[in-house]
């Protein structure tokens, strides 16, 4: 058994098994990429087939997961930011991370809403948000849409 760093996720497993699956089905069928004579009537021919169809409904991989895959599947111990010093890396990790922005975004609109009110609103009152401890990233240079 391999250590953790080494072993492929759940996903990363099913994807080679496929992979390897679909390969041994066309070299069955092909020959120097052609079809084979009895490829056709191949007993593995509809399997390849379809293999064929699923890898070509599959989406392609977002920017997101790809960098997400490092982490999926893993317990990871909770970072104490405020205790331990982090490598910049790990600031950049989490600077990519897309969804905690979204809810920050979200949080920022439901408390607009729950303070400006209709009639201020209409009457143009300036409402100033200021953003303090932002630090580095999306937060810093983001805009409410």
Request: aromatic content about 6%; hydrophobic content about 45%.
């Amino acid at each position: 058994a391999g250590d953790a760093a080494s072993d492929p996720t759940p996903a990363e497993a099913a994807a080679a098994a496929v992979a390897a699956a679909a390969a041994a089905a066309a070299s069955a069928l092909t020959e120097g990429g052609a079809l084979t004579p009895g490829a056709l009537s191949h007993p593995l021919r509809q399997h390849w087939e379809y293999v064929v169809y699923l890898f070509r409904k599959i989406d392609p991989v977002s920017e997101q997961e790809m960098l997400e895959s490092g982490y999926r599947d893993y317990l990871q111990a909770p970072l104490q930011p405020l205790m331990d010093n982090l490598e910049s890396a790990t600031y950049e990790t989490f600077e990519k991370d897309a969804s905690k922005y979204i809810a920050y975004e979200d949080a920022v609109l439901a408390c607009l809403k729950d303070r400006v009110t209709d009639a201020d609103a209409a009457a143009g009152a300036v409402t100033v948000l200021t953003v303090v401890g932002a630090g580095r990233g999306p937060p810093r240079g983001g805009r409410l849409r």
